[in-house]
Structure formats: C-alpha cells, structure tokens
C-alpha cells in the first residue's frame, strides 16, 4: 500500500506532499521523505555513467527503512517524486508506470496558467487524480 | 554498546583520565588536550624505559614501526560487564591530574587519588600527575613515600609540559606492556575464567561445566589475543587467534567464535596498516562473518555495534549504499534494544555515520532521535545534551541560529556590497528561502529545541529558539500558541541579564519604509561653482515638477546619494509589523549603524496584534565620513537583536514568489511598497541652517481679498556656521500677491552668526478668490462669485538660497577644495483668504435736471459766480459735474453706480477715491477726490453712488450707433466695422481711463484693509449700461422765449460750447432769470427748436404739452390754466438730416408759478436705425420720441 506521495522542487522545497494513511504520522512521513532527499542527492550528483541510465528518471529504490520503502523518481526539470509503501515486494515495473502516470497528472497540473512555478501544489483536481492513481497502485500489477 | 567504536577500538588502552583535588575547569581542559595528543606512543620510544624481566610472551612485537594506543576516558568510567570478552573494554590504567596550586596538601590529594583508583580494579598502572607545585610541595614530597605514582611537573612553558608529560606517559607504557606480559604469560600457564553476562543464564549441570572447561582454553586463547593487540603485536594476536577461533567453532562458543573472529580483522588492519584498500574485500567479508555469528547470539548490541564498526571502516561515497544499508538495518534493530542509553549511543553513531557520509538530511534525522532518547530521561545534564545535539541537526533543517552562521553580522562591508547589489539576492540565502518550506519539521525541531532548551535551563538558547520559531512560523501557530512562545520568550529574558543581545531577532518584523529627504525648510543644494546664482543648475529647472530628461533612468534613481550633516538630527522612516496574535511592546528600537558615526535615539512602540505601524527613527550623524544602515536593534521581550532590513526584504521577495508562508506586512493589512533600498548616505561637515517662522505664528494668515498686510519672517541661523550668502525669491501660486520683500534687511544682515535672527517684512495682497480658479473661464461674468475659502497650496513660498563660507571650516585635507552644498528654506507664506467684499454690479446712470426756457438755449460756459439753488452739489469741484447733455438740452449729471455686498461677518467701511485732473493746472497733475464713506454692514449690500465729472465722451458721429444696434449691424456691411471697431476702442479706452482712476478702498475693524480690485469688474459692467446713458437721442427738442428776437444759431453755440467745453456747465443762464422773467396775464412769444441728430430726414408730427406743478395739462380740460395762439400739437414738420427747425407759438399764463413745457414727436416711416434705437420691433408702431421737460417760472404781474 502505498503510504504517501511527495513532490519536491528544483530548490529541494516540498511541493506536494499527501499521506494516504489513517493513522497520525504525517510527521514520520516528512521526515521520510525529507530524508530521502539525501539518496536523491547523492544518485543525482554520482551519476552512474553507464548510457543506458543517463536518461533514466527513475531512480528505483531510494532506502528502507522501518516498514517503509522510498522509491524516487526525477524529472527533467529535476522536480522529484517520493514515494513511500508499505509493501515489501514491489515490482519496479509496477512503481516505473506509477511514476510515468503521476509525472503526468503532475505536468498537467503545473500547465493550469494560474500556478506559480515554485509555489506549492494546491489544486484539487491533482489531488483527486494522485488518489485515482495510487489507488489503481496495487490492481496494475493484473493488468 | 559503547560510542565512537570502531574495529580498530580491539587495539586500544583503555586509560581512566580523573581530577583529583580542586581541578579549575580551565586547567582540567589544559591538562587533557596535552594528553590527549599522546594516544598513540611509539613502541621504539618506550624502549628505553622497557625492562624484559622473562622472555615476552610477544613473539613477534614490532619494536621498529609498532606502537600502543591509548584511549582515555576522560572523567573514568563504568566497568563494562563484558570486558572478560573484550579485553579492550577494561581500564587497564589510572591518571590522576592535579593542579596544585588549588590543591595545596598533595597528601591529600594523593589520598584521594587513591581513593578513587580503588573503583578501578581493572588497572593496571596508576600515576598521579600533579602539575605546577610550589617549591614547598617539591620539598615535602621529596621527603615522601607515595614512590613513583605520584609526578611532579615543575612550572613551565607548555612545550616543556607536553615533552614532560610524553616522557612520564612512554614510562606509563612501558609499565603497561611489562604488565601485559606478566598477565598473558600467567593465563596461558594457569588460565582463568571468562565469564560473560551470557554465561551466567546457563544451569551449571555436570555436562555444561565439562563443555566450560572445553571452553575456557578457547577463551583464553582469545582473551591472549586481546591482549597481544593491546600490546601492539598484531601477528602474536592473529596466532591466538586462530588457536581460539578453532577451540570456539568446536566448543560451538559462537560468541566467542565472532569475538575472535573480530579481533582478526582488528589485527589484519593494525598489520597492514596503511593499506587499507587492499585489505578492504577481505576485512568486510569477515567483517560480514563476524556479523552473522553475533546474530546467533541472544543480546543484539554485539551485532548493532559490529554492524556500526563495519559501516566506519567502509564509510566513504563509494560504498555509500553498503554503509546505508548497514545502517539502516542497524537503526531498525534499534527497537530491539532494551537499554535506553544503548539506543542513544546507536543512533549517535548512526547519526554521525551518515553525517560523515553527507547525508546530513538522515544524520539530522536521528539527531534528532538522539535528542528525543535525551530528552526522555529527565534531568538537566540530558536536556543540555539534547540541546546541542538539536543545534547541530538544525542546520540541516535550515533553522540554525544567525548566531552560529558563520557569515557573521559583524562585517559592515560585506553588508554594504550586498546592499551595493540592489535587489540581488545571492543564491544561499534563496535556498534558505526554498528549504522554509519544510515547514512541518522545521517547526518541530525548534519546538523541541525550545523545550530542550528550558529543561536544559539555558535562557538564550530558549529564547533563540522562541524567536525563530515566532518569526519563521508564525502563520501556523494559533494565537494561544503564539502567546505561549511570546510567554516563552518573556520567561527566558527573565533569567537573562538585561542587555543580553541574541543574534535571531524575533517579531517585530522591520522594513525600510523610506528616507524621508531633507524637509523643505533643510534642502541642500550643490553649489555650482561657476556661477553668481549659485543655486541654479542645480536643480531641474523648468515648468515641470519632474522633467524627463534630467534625470535618467528611473531605475537609478535608488542610486541618489544621501547627505546627512554633522549635528543635524536625521529621520528614518520604518515600518513594524506585528502579526501575531498578542499586544507587542517593543521597549526601544533604534537605527543600527556599525560606522560609529552616528547616535541612534531609541523610540518605544506598542503593537496590537495584527497591525503595522510606520515610525521614524531619528538620530544625529557625529563624524564625517560614509554611514550604513543595515537594520534596526530592537528590544523586546528583554533581548536585544538586531533586525536587519536585507533578511526582510528577502522574506518580502520570497513571500511573492510564493516561497515563504506569508508576508508579514501584508497580512496586517500593509499596503505593499517598493522595495526601498538604502541610499548611500554620505555625512558632510556643518552647514548653516536658516530656521524661519512667521512672526506671530505660523498658521494662516486669515486675509480678506485685497487686503494688504505686512507679514514679518523670523530667519534665524540654527546651524554652526555662519550664512554667508542668501537671496530670496519668490515660487509657489499667487506670486502677485507678494508686493515687497525687505531682502535688502536680509543682505545687510549677512553674514549671520549662528544663533543670530533677523526679521524680513514681506507685504501681501491677498489675491481675489475665484480669479485664480476661474480665469479660463469667461471673465466676464464675475458678479456671481460664490465665496471660497483658501485652498492648501495656492498661497505663495518665500524661496531663500543660502549658504556658508565657501570652504569647510576645519579643511579636510584635499586636492582641491570641495565647495560645501548651499542650501535652501522654503518658508511658505500661509494665506487663507476670505471672501471679502464683493462686487456685485456697477452702472453707469444719468440725473436729469430741468433746464430753464429763457431767451437762449443754455449755453454751458464756464463762470466762476455760479450760484447753486438748483442743483444740490457743493459748490467746489463737484459742480462741474454737471452740465449740459447736448443732444438732451438739460442738464444731467453722470453717476457710477457701484453696488457691493458684504457676505462676511464683520462690518466694512468703503471710502472711494477719484483720481481728478485738475482743471485748473495744465501740466496734468493729479489730486485725489475722497467721498464719504460708506460702511456696509455684515451680510448687506450696499450701492456707492460715484459722480462722474471727467467722464469723456467719444467724438460723436452716426457711425457710433450700429455698434451698440447689433441687429442691424449686418446692414452697414463690412464699411463699418473699420469705424466701428475704432470707435468702440475709443469708447473702451476712456472707461478704462475712468475706472483706473476710481480706488476703493475698505476698512474693517481696527487692521484690516484693502483695496478692492473692482477695475475689470466696473469695465465689464459699464459696457452694458454706457450705451443707453451715451447714446444721443435722435430728435433734440429745445424751448426759448422768442420775446427779443431770435438768436442766431444757437444750437451752433451750443455744438461749440460741447466741442471745447466739455467740462463747462451751463450755470449761466440762471443769472439771467431776472432779466427775462416770464410774467403772468402776459403773452409769451415761444419758440420749439426740433433737430434732427440723424443723417436721414425725419417727417414727424410734433406736439408740445405744457404742465403744471401738479403735473396736469395746463392746456386742455376744463380749468386750463394757460391760453396760447399757434399751433400746439399735430404740427407735420419735416426735419432735414443735422439741421433744425424751429416752430413759434405764444402762450398767455393765467397764474403764476412753475411750469414743465415738453415737446414730444411721433415719427413717420421710421428708418430701421430709427426703431431699433427706440427698441421697437415691429416695423409699423409709430416710433415716438420726447424731449426734456423744460421749466417755466411764471411771475405774478402784482
């Protein structure tokens, strides 16, 4: 299941960030995703230099840690997802489409004229389309 | 689980470090850094102190490159339950420091020192290090008994100490290894029993005691090797232990098993040493062997710390992923930790681990736990703990604290580059801004930095921590909880002296709001060398406030230099904003300058919640030179902090972009403003400065218009140089209404001393209201002016340029001389005009006086003896003022009817003069005439009737009637309008010339007078009415007695006497009543003159009535009183153009007395001319025309 959702900015700035669990530990979940900045870091500025992965956004996984696993994902514009389950086995081919859909729920959402580049991610509409999108999380693997 | 361990920790020594007597602080700390230096000692150096009492037990001891570490435990410490199992857990030496200069009696000092190695029974060596003893103690203790644990060392420089305290420590080791020997050689021979914390859960059953004993050589074994790496002898170690490892696997000690196994590696790396990387494969795969046996084992701190020391040995970028994984299986094997303090000690190392690595984001994070276990236990000493553990991980969260950055404030010129910069920022503080956002954390971590910071009893940290956490993070605390910091930061400041300055300034937030520029009462202005009018040039000339052209490019216009002057107080204008939820009182706020060249006058201010408040901040500039403001120092809440204007300007750029939570200003309801950047601001030496005000206050003048005042200006020299030069002029509306400025007072008053004053009159004429409001409008309709007050802005400035002597007065030495900037004092003259009196109408209107029918036709000349019984005017000049009207016949007086109201409240008396020429001096001399005055009372009008005397008429000719017949006008065509134009000039002219000469003059009350502007007004006004008085009647009726005979000509002499005698009157002809006296019972022969004043020919029918006094018709009805013979009415005459006729007829007065005789004319086929000038319109009405009544005095025959 996944547990939360992160997008964060050029600036290493939080622009987004949704936990999908009933239990109180959104504060676990940004020192989470707060952390895991520093993997991002480091792959980002270690890149392997292998072709292949030069154009790689994915970063797979990032670390684990508790219960949790972080998978991150870069853009082009080096605007980071963070993404943290509680599953233990995970399909990197099932986290690879769960970010390729979540970049583009993201793309659209930065395209609406009225956000500000740099600004946090306050439409709804986003908010209502990552739902739709980590809730089909799970069932993707059968499609 | 111990801290800071790591795989190389199996060959260190173990050295409790403890005070002994009175230990000062700073000497404790002396004393360790001295020792601390000493942890490793060259085996080839202890040599010399190094005895074999029996063969060593290490074989193979590197006396060439070997060497002993040390690790001392500074303070001592617990014995370790395990240190049978690790050998380098024991303390296996004692140091006792001592200062004796605070300890006078080593005795006891050396009592105590053994007092305490007792806890230590683990050591192996003890001594007692005393330093800098007193010639006293050497002595006495030479005499002692303490051997050789106690050492002295003599007073000396610190490179004496250290060389002292190298030789005792190589003795120390040397001592260390001979025991060393003496206790490998006793175990391998007599062998002793390990035991272990985990040993002892077993049941001694007799099977488990023969498997112990199988055991114990194993065990020994290791413990040999514990010791051989203790020594120094990595190969003698690595031989015990593979005897132990094999004696373990099968005895299946595990744990020993992996001990051994440990020490393995610990000797490979101390063999190989600076070889790391070779050995690196082999020492993690065992490493990894070592890893797995301990988790066989029931206690898990074995493998969490095995786990930990793997993770050291590995910790570098490379194998950055290995070291995470390591680690972040460690910290989740943490909660199988039973041991509070064990946890704390993993995630400390955890923690350093991933700092060491750069991932300061995870070290901050358990950091963090660190301070969390901290915080748990509950006692001063953890909280402190807490605290500093808190700080370090708040530069990760990007929460540290201004004063441990190392950019310190403390650089005025880099502040001063930054401010040069404009609006750049540069990129760090931008990140700072971006990182804000994690906010959630951020306001954790201060939150719990504040609470450490209380238990931990440190006020300023409390305070720091409050102030960031109100300041950052305000939009997401409610108001309680705003109250609760604001209670926090109050509490702290409690048990902070007064005075005590913390680098995080909390709320207020302060921006720059403006530099208000020099008032207008202090502007200075560059001196422009080259010229007389020193001041021109200097500022933007021209119609315009702002011209684009002499300025450039708005956005430089930041650039503008600023110059305060010595002595002079400045003001700085800055805003505060309070946007939290309580009453802020700020104790003092002041300008923060770091120049020292300036004295900055604290201001208190008190803050409601949510509000913004603009306050100026003013101080005095002491010393020449460049000056910098880069924010405010406030005081509030019991702290002093420093608010600089950059970090809110940051705020502000960062709040627009969305950045930061929210601005400050804004959300109190601040409207936004230009970001206001800090002018270079240049202190010059004194100038002079002219301090003006108006005598008798400064507040408006209240004048009546036209009311001329004299106004007294106070200059009076306020600065420390003298005025040298000035000159007044004049700018500002109404400009008119200054007359005269006394500057000439002014120039001979120079140059004025400081402190000197001197008094300037300035006369004012208050201008007419409504003149300055309306003159694009037709002036002409000025009647209906309603009263306005004086608007701010349109009374007129007095403009004085001034300055000191041309050179400073202490000359700074430069090349050339700089030229001091004059200055400038606009001292506006405050004039509130009231409407005063008002003009409302004037006329121009005729008397008619009868004249008398006598033999001839008045004939108006001029006699000295007239006598006055008809006309009721004194006899001096104002008799002139009436004469005959020519084309009338009688007499008439000319009238200027001035009608003047009074809306004000106070009374006003009028006295209108005329400027006469006097007749009887030919070189045109003037005189004023003076009326009566006339007082108007408030709200009243009243008319002022002026005679005219002198009023001229144009030469008079038909071609002056089309112009008032405007009708008609388009009938003459364009032949007339040359003449017409002309004589309207001419007309225009001479009312000019008469109104120029009518001054009226008001009085009210005791000093208030003026002149009434009515010039334009009586002009305008007379145009209408001049016409109708002006313009000669067609037909000019005259009446004579024709007893005589007739005269010849007479309307010639009349023509004449009207060409050259225009100020004669007909006064004559009453002097003659006499002599040609009408007697009653008597036929009277009369004659009618007609003439024709038309250039047409006039057919009319003419009549004459005659009446009496009671105005009836003497000739008809019943009681005619007046018989005549001729014909009397109905009488068809035709008058040719400019010529007369005359008409005879005799008439017989039956009584006496006074009679009106008037001809009247009914015209036929009237010209259009004709109608028009009698105002008919419709073209078939007969037009009639009559002439003045003329008087009849009829004598009695008795």
């Keep these: 299941m996944i547990v939360c959702v992160a997008v964060v900015g050029l600036q290493n700035n939080p622009l987004y960030l949704q936990s999908f669990t009933e239990a109180d530990d959104a504060l676990k979940l940004h020192y989470i995703v707060h952390c895991s900045l520093d993997v991002i870091d480091e792959r980002v500025n270690n890149p392997k230099k292998t072709g292949s992965t030069m154009n790689e956004t994915f970063l797979g996984l990032l670390y684990p840690t508790e219960n949790y696993k972080v998978y991150g994902y870069i853009t082009n514009t080096k605007v980071k997802f963070v993404l943290v389950t509680t599953d233990l086995d995970v399909k990197d081919a099932d986290v690879r489409s769960f970010f390729r859909r979540f970049h583009s729920a993201y793309v659209d959402a930065v395209s609406n004229p009225f956000h500000v580049t740099g600004k946090k991610i306050n439409s709804v509409f986003f908010a209502e389309r990552v739902r739709d999108i980590v809730k089909s999380f799970g069932t993707n693997t059968t499609v | ?57 290490f074989a193979h001891q590197p006396w060439e490159n070997g060497s002993l570490r040390f690790k001392f435990l500074v303070g001592g410490a617990q014995p370790s339950a395990w240190e049978d199992f690790q050998s380098n857990r024991k303390i296996l030496g004692v140091i006792g420091l001592c200062h004796c200069p605070s300890s006078p009696d080593l005795g006891a000092v050396y009592e105590q020192f053994q007092g305490i190695r007792k806890a230590y029974s683990s050591a192996l060596v003890e001594k007692c290090f005393a330093f800098c003893p007193s010639d006293s103690q050497v002595q006495l203790e030479d005499g002692g008994k303490k051997g050789n644990n106690l050492i002295l060392f003599p007073p000396a420089d610190r490179q004496t100490q250290e060389f002292h305290i190298q030789t005792m420590m190589q003795d120390l080791a040397a001592a260390l290894l001979m025991e060393f020997e003496k206790y490998v050689l006793r175990a391998e021979s007599a062998g002793t029993i390990l035991k272990t914390p985990l040993d002892s859960q077993t049941s001694l059953g007799s099977e488990e005691v023969i498997k112990a004993k199988k055991r114990r050589l194993g065990r020994a074994q290791k413990t040999i090797g514990d010791y051989c790496l203790l020594a120094g002898s990595p190969v003698d170690a690595n031989d015990h232990y593979s005897t132990a490892i094999e004696l373990a696997r099968l005895t299946g000690d595990v744990f020993w098993h992996a001990g051994a196994l440990e020490g393995t590696v610990c000797a490979l790396l101390l063999d190989r040493m600076g070889q790391k990387d070779q050995i690196l494969e082999e020492a993690k795969y065992r490493y990894y062997d070592v890893i797995q046996l301990y988790r066989r084992v029931p206690t898990v701190s074995f493998e969490l710390q095995a786990a930990l020391k793997l993770a050291r040995f590995l910790c570098r970028r ?110 760090q503080s931008i990140v700072s801004l971006f990182e804000c956002q994690w906010s959630t954390l951020q306001m954790v971590v201060l939150r719990e930095i504040l609470l450490s910071a209380v238990r931990a009893g440190d006020p300023l940290a409390a305070w720091s921590a409050a102030a960031r956490l109100l300041r950052s993070y305000y939009p997401l605390i409610t108001p309680a909880g ?210 003006s005000h108006v005598v008798g206050g400064d507040s408006a003048a209240i004048l009546y218009e036209g009311e001329i005042r004299d106004v007294w200006v106070c200059l009076a020299n306020a600065g420390s140089t003298p005025v040298e030069q000035a000159h007044i002029s004049l700018s500002g509306k109404n400009q008119d209404s200054v007359i005269s400025i006394g500057s000439e007072i002014l120039k001979s008053a120079l140059p004025l001393k400081p402190g000197a004053e001197v008094m300037i009159p300035v006369t004012i004429k208050a201008w007419q209201l409504g003149l300055v409001d309306s003159e694009n409008s037709t002036n002409k309709n000025l009647t209906g002016i309603i009263g306005r007050t004086s608007k701010e802005g349109s009374s007129p400035m007095l403009v004085i340029h001034y300055a000191g002597p041309s050179q400073y007065q202490e000359e700074v030495q430069t090349i050339e001389p700089i030229l001091p900037p004059g200055r400038r004092v606009v001292v506006p003259l405050h004039v509130c005009v009231l409407q005063g009196l008002s003009f409302v109408r004037a006329r121009l209107l005729s008397m008619e006086i009868p004249a008398h029918i006598r033999e001839t036709l008045p004939i108006p000349v001029y006699t000295d003896e007239a006598v006055s019984d008809e006309v009721p005017v004194n006899e001096t000049k104002a008799d002139c003022l009436v004469k005959i009207d020519p084309y009338r016949g009688s007499w008439g007086l000319r009238l200027l009817e001035l009608e003047l109201s009074n809306p004000t409240d106070v009374v006003f008396e009028i006295s209108v003069s005329v400027q006469m020429e006097d007749p009887t001096t030919s070189d045109g001399e003037t005189s004023d005439f003076h009326y009566p005055k006339t007082r108007i009372d408030r709200e009243y009008s009243a008319r002022v009737l002026i005679p005219l005397e002198h009023f001229k008429l144009p030469v008079f000719d038909r071609s002056f009637l ?75 009726f005259g009446f004579r007695l024709s007893r005589n005979k007739f005269s010849t000509g007479p309307l010639d002499a009349q023509q004449n006497a009207r060409s050259h005698g225009r100020h004669h009157s007909g006064e004559d002809g009453r002097t003659k009543v006499l002599n040609c006296s009408i007697l009653a019972h008597e036929m009277t022969p009369m004659e009618v003159l007609v003439r024709n004043n038309t250039k047409e020919l006039v057919k009319m029918s003419l009549s004459i009535t005659c009446k009496d006094v009671a105005g009836d018709n003497c000739f008809d009805g019943d009681k005619a009183t007046v018989l005549w013979a001729g014909v009397l009415s109905g009488i068809r005459v035709d008058v040719p153009p400019l010529q007369e006729i005359t008409h005879s007829f005799v008439m017989y007065f039956l009584v006496p007395g006074e009679y009106t005789l008037m001809g009247s004319a009914v015209i036929d086929d009237a010209s259009d001319f004709l109608r028009d000038r009698a105002r008919t319109d419709s073209s078939n009405e007969p037009i009639f025309c009559s002439g003045p009544p003329f008087r009849l005095h009829v004598l009695g025959t008795a």
């Design chain 2, 962 to 1036: 089309p112009k008032e017949t405007k009708r008609v006008e388009s009938s003459y065509g364009k032949h007339s309008n040359f003449t017409e134009r002309h004589s309207k000039a001419e007309l225009n002219a001479s009312i000019k010339n008469l109104t120029s000469r009518i001054k009226v003059r008001w009085q009210s009350g005791r000093n208030s007078s003026g002149e009434l502007n009515i010039k334009d007004a009586v002009q305008a006004a007379l145009q209408t009415t001049i016409m109708d008085i002006l313009l000669p009647d067609p037909l000019t």
């Design chain 2, 318 to 427: 490379e194998l950055a992923k290995e070291v995470v994984d390591l680690l972040m299986s460690a910290a989740d094997g943490a909660k199988s930790l039973i041991d509070a303090s064990d946890r704390l000690v993993l995630y400390v190392e955890i923690a350093r681990l991933f700092g060491n690595l750069g991932y300061e984001r995870k070290a901050a994070f358990f950091s963090r736990q660190v301070a969390q276990l901290y915080l748990q236990q509950d006692n001063c000493w953890a909280a402190i703990s807490a605290l500093q553990v808190l700080a370090m991980t708040s530069k990760a969260y990007r929460v540290q604290s201004k004063g441990t950055n190392a950019r310190s404030h403390s650089f005025p010129n880099e502040l001063r580059l930054s401010h040069l910069e404009g609006g750049k920022l540069n990129s």
């Design chain 2, 1 to 57: 689980m111990e801290p800071d361990v790591s795989i190389e920790s199996g060959c260190m020594i173990r050295i409790a470090v403890l005070p002994v007597g009175d230990m000062p602080r700073s000497n404790m700390r002396d004393y360790v850094s001295m020792l601390l230096r000493l942890n490793k000692i060259e085996l080839s150096s202890i040599s010399s102190f190094y005895t074999e009492h029996q063969k060593s037990p």
């Design chain 2, 482 to 691: 705003q109250s609760g910091l604001a209670s926090a930061l109050s509490n702290s400041a409690e048990r902070l002296p007064s005075g005590t300055r913390c680098a995080d300034p909390a709320v207020p937030f302060v921006r720059l709001h403006s530099f208000p520029f020099y008032p207008s009462q202090m502007d200075i202005i560059k001196r422009n060398s080259g010229k007389e009018e020193w001041w021109t040039g200097s500022i933007p000339s021209g119609p315009f406030i702002y011209t684009p052209f002499s300025k450039g490019d708005p956005n430089e216009s930041h650039k503008q230099d600023l110059i305060w002057i010595v002595g002079e107080p400045v003001q700085v204008l800055v805003e505060l904003a309070n946007p939290c939820g309580f009453d802020l009182t700020v104790d003092s706020i002041y300008l923060s300058v770091y120049s020292n060249n300036f004295n900055a006058f604290p201001v208190s201010v008190c803050l409601p919640p949510n509000t913004s408040k603009v306050i100026s901040l003013s101080g005095i500039p002491t010393s020449v030179g460049p000056l910098t403001i880069p924010g405010c120092i406030v005081h509030c809440f019991g702290v002093i902090t420093e608010h600089l204007f950059r970090d809110v300007d940051n705020l502000l750029i960062g709040a627009a972009q969305g950045l930061v939570l929210s601005d400050p200003f804004r959300s109190c309801g601040s409207t936004k403003i230009k970001n206001v950047l800090v002018p270079n601001i240049n202190v010059v030496p004194p100038l002079p400065l002219l301090v």
